[in-house]
């Protein structure tokens, strides 16, 4: 019988294995290895004779709030300050912020890929039209279709606009 805590395995209060917690979380006994070095997630209880690290059921939720924050770009290290209580209401806006500008930059890269695509179907639907496609070999046709993808105007808008940014 082990004692944690001053309470014994056989109480209420139930320890998980790693294994047991990681596979609640839906994660691999090696990222929860991570976040432990990390000091993010800490076992409860590690037995010294076999290195068995042992996690409290309500640990999961702290796991589930760091996986939260992981889907949404935060990294290790800013969640291990978040974590810790050692992030200032003021370091937190400012993370909040970044991530913001980050996602919305994501968004219009997004949409400008999508209204490229757009413009390539269009434009692959007038090459495909021509009757000299038909008369093309297949390098010419190859290098005819990849002018299409790579020179459209939303492309020769986006690579200035990244220029003018560096």
Not at 46 to 61: C, F, H, I, K, P
Not at 141 to 159: F, H
């Amino acid at each position: 019988m082990t004692e944690v805590n001053g309470m014994d395995e056989n109480t209420d209060f139930q320890l998980l294995k790693i294994g047991e917690l990681a596979a609640m979380a839906g994660i691999s006994v090696k990222a929860m290895r991570v976040y432990e070095k990390k000091d993010i997630i800490k076992p409860v209880h590690v037995d010294d004779e076999t290195g068995y690290r042992y996690y409290s059921a309500g640990q999961l939720q702290q796991l589930e709030a760091l996986l939260a924050l992981q889907d949404m770009g935060v990294t290790l290290n800013e969640i291990a300050l978040i974590m810790s209580g050692q992030c200032s209401k003021e370091e937190m806006s400012e993370l909040v912020e970044k991530k913001k500008a980050v996602l919305q930059e994501l968004i219009w890269k997004t949409e400008a890929k999508k209204k490229a695509l757009d413009n390539i179907n269009r434009d692959f639907e007038q090459w495909a039209v021509n009757d000299k496609t038909a008369e093309m070999t297949d390098e010419e046709r190859a290098k005819s279709l990849a002018k299409l993808a790579v020179l459209n105007e939303e492309n020769v808008r986006q690579i200035l606009s990244e220029v003018v940014w560096l």
